[in-house]
């Protein structure tokens, strides 16, 4: 038996692709690698799959991680080309090799930001925008796992946020918090729309670029 660990695009119209089915669709192309899922024990067994991080609907990715446990012996090699030729258009599997790192060493992600006005930027929205993301305290209102509103700071779940104006659009460039807990860079629109709602965008668009440790080390 071997753990491996995927890397993955999902992009353009996969990027609405839900989590459920995105699982779906990875299980049932392993066969065409030759290799076979391990199931768990008991009444209910479930095969050993799992995303580290799961990308919310609509967001695009570069680089997102599922981790398996498969029957055979392998470390990885020629099996990202064997699963990018059953993948549906907006999946790639960039690389596939053998577990080294556990998921809980996961600390920071690399996102890129995009707000687009329909009547262009703002007067001094960038600097307003620079000025929000330097506070001490940015609260929000978010829903709970209990599908209940909060009140919560997304502050301290922030690292960087660099922005430049372009052609009609403002491009963020955020460095968040990946996990315990992590921030939906999607939430810095939330909070513009909260706290300087003259700026708020007419559309946004999400993208992850990279994982990082807390040595800000890439992670694979």
Do not use: W
Request: hydrophobic share 40%; with cysteine; charged share 25%.
């Amino acid at each position: 038996m071997s753990k491996l660990r995927l890397l993955f695009v999902k992009e353009a119209q996969a990027s609405y692709i839900s989590h459920l089915d995105l699982m779906r669709t990875f299980q049932r192309i392993f066969p065409r690698a030759d290799l076979h899922l391990k199931h768990s024990q008991g009444y209910h067994p479930h095969p050993l799959i799992s995303i580290v991080l799961p990308l919310p609907v609509a967001q695009s990715s570069e680089c997102e991680l599922l981790d398996c446990e498969v029957l055979e012996q392998t470390n990885g090699e020629g099996i990202a080309e064997k699963l990018n030729a059953g993948l549906p258009l907006g999946l790639r599997v960039r690389e596939c090799y053998e577990v080294t790192r556990p998921a809980r060493e996961l600390a920071f992600l690399r996102a890129k930001v995009e707000l687009e006005y329909d009547a262009g930027v703002p007067t001094g929205c960038v600097d307003a925008l620079r000025g929000l993301f330097s506070r001490e305290s940015i609260v929000i209102e978010k829903r709970t796992k209990r599908k209940e509103l909060a009140e919560v700071d997304i502050r301290p779940m922030i690292s960087q946020v660099l922005l430049c104006e372009g052609d009609g659009c403002v491009h963020a460039d955020v460095l968040v918090q990946a996990q315990n807990p992590g921030l939906n860079p999607a939430l810095l629109v939330r909070a513009i729309e909260t706290h300087l709602p003259q700026y708020a965008p007419d559309f946004s668009r999400v993208r992850r670029e990279e994982l990082f440790d807390e040595d800000m080390k890439t992670f694979r």
